[in-house]
């Protein structure tokens, strides 16, 4: 009896034949789709190249034509990524778009891309566009792709694109297990090399604008973004647990008028962690955060700079900006690392600061608080205030001894006298309240009792709370 999959092989190749359109290319490449094999380009030009170098037939499976192969696939894969142009530009790794749009589109076609899990390598596009399709899963890798754009899909396994150059990216109502993109750049530069086939439309602003566009999508698992290269980043209405971001370039710099990343109603109360990458080129300017929720947020080892990019891009949520700086906080306050928690806090109140309009209730109030105690997480400051009234206390009162009120108590020593006036609760010298003087230094003395008052009040009230919570 012939195995089954041996009849579906032959079937599969059959469509083929019907389809003298198809190029060399493309031929091989189903071949390889109906032997349920990686369509790897960059493999079939390692074996071309090591058949040349050796004999095929009698060097098949030795050790030393593996280890040959292996190190020409390596250096072709490396040839390919510092020379994109010519990647781009090789038409014995053309995919035609109508290549794709009917493998997975033709009803007898789809059966065979459908239903197995498929890996693309090595090729390049102008355009790449599934729609309406149910996966196994997608892989794509050390690819040259004009437009890629998947929509109305589903996706068992995940969609994974890895060391490819895009000038455009969309993935628009699609569900899938988990979403990678791994050393991947998408930029309006890359669509440069993009050779357009003949008779295809001249491409769209929005298909080479250097943009990821994520909309409406659900992600079982984890969307990761590691490393690679944008012009922007555009998540909106995006359902997944898990958000990962780790060290993307920007390549605007900060020169367009949208942000370098916006998240809109994405995320349901999930982990979103954001990394930036100190060494890069630069850093974005702008994060717009809008209507998401995070359950536990991680921004790197240094905050700030993502704090202050998602400050300039108008960060608010249905609860209003404090309710971001709060839960970045916890979630660094969880992992024990409260100092980054009291910088995110600080941070806030920066901003609230800023926003306070001058000589109002808040904005003296958090002017105060900043001063004195850093908003209340350097309660030491207030002791170095309170000691530097001390300080200025003792040397007025040492100025003006000469100018004792008739019939007042002389101070038996005036630092003393400040330690009484500055710190209230204490008496050195019970005889220090009836201490005066005559014009400003009796001014200074009533000063001093009043501000050291607020002052150590102040300062012991922060330092108890951070003491003892």
């Not at 990019?309 to 108008?314: D, Q, R, S």
Request: glycine residues 6%.
């Amino acid at each position: 009896m012939t195995p089954v999959v041996i009849v579906a092989a032959r079937e599969c190749r059959s469509f083929a034949r019907e389809r003298p359109n198809w190029s060399a290319p493309e031929q091989w490449a189903w071949a390889k789709i109906c032997d349920h094999l990686n369509i790897d380009f960059d493999e079939l030009e390692a074996n071309r190249t090591v058949d040349r170098l050796t004999n095929a037939a009698a060097d098949k499976l030795t050790a030393q034509r593996q280890d040959l192969y292996e190190r020409t696939v390596d250096e072709i894969r490396t040839r390919n990524q510092h020379d994109p142009e010519r990647l781009a530009g090789d038409f014995s790794r053309r995919l035609r778009y109508e290549f794709f749009a009917e493998i997975f589109g033709a009803a007898e076609l789809r059966n065979f891309t459908w239903n197995a899990p498929l890996v693309f390598s090595g090729f390049n596009t102008d355009r790449l566009i599934i729609d309406t399709a149910a996966l196994k899963s997608l892989d794509i890798r050390n690819a040259h792709i004009g437009h890629f754009s998947i929509q109305n899909s589903t996706i068992d396994g995940g969609l994974r694109l890895e060391n490819v150059r895009l000038a455009s990216a969309k993935v628009h109502l699609v569900t899938a297990k988990h979403l990678l993109l791994n050393n991947v750049s998408v930029a309006a530069s890359n669509f440069g090399p993009v050779r357009r086939d003949d008779g295809r439309p001249p491409f769209r602003p929005a298909e080479r604008n250097g943009e990821l566009k994520i909309n409406t999508a659900s992600i079982a698992d984890r969307l990761s973004i590691i490393q690679g290269d944008f012009d922007s980043i555009d998540l909106n209405f995006v359902k997944v647990d898990d958000l990962f971001i780790d060290s993307p370039a920007w390549n605007l710099c900060g020169q367009s008028d949208k942000p370098e990343l916006s998240i809109r109603e994405s995320l349901h109360k999930g982990r979103f962690t954001l990394m930036l990458d100190p060494g890069g080129r630069c850093l974005p300017r702008r994060i717009k955060v809008d209507q998401s929720i995070f359950a536990n947020t991680y921004l790197g080892p240094d905050p700030l700079p993502v704090i202050r990019a998602m400050e300039m891009g108008e960060m608010m949520s249905r609860s209003g900006p404090e309710l971001a700086y709060a839960l970045i906080a916890k979630s660094y306050a969880d992992r024990g690392q409260t100092a980054i928690s009291d910088r995110v806090l600080i941070a806030k109140n920066n901003q609230d600061w800023h926003l306070a309009k001058p000589l109002t209730l808040d904005f003296i109030g958090l002017t105060f608080t900043w001063l004195v105690a850093d908003y209340g997480f350097h309660p030491e400051w207030g002791l170095v205030w309170i000691a530097g009234f001390v300080v200025l206390g003792w040397i007025i009162f040492r100025r003006a001894s000469g100018r004792l009120a008739a019939g007042s108590y002389r101070p038996r020593s005036t630092l003393l006298l400040a330690l009484d006036s500055v710190i209230p609760g204490i008496q050195l010298d019970k005889n220090h309240q009836e201490v005066r003087y005559d014009g400003w230094p009796q001014i200074m003395l009533y000063l001093l009792r009043v501000l050291g008052a607020v002052l150590v009040f102040v300062a012991l009230s922060y330092l108890q709370k951070r003491l003892f919570g």
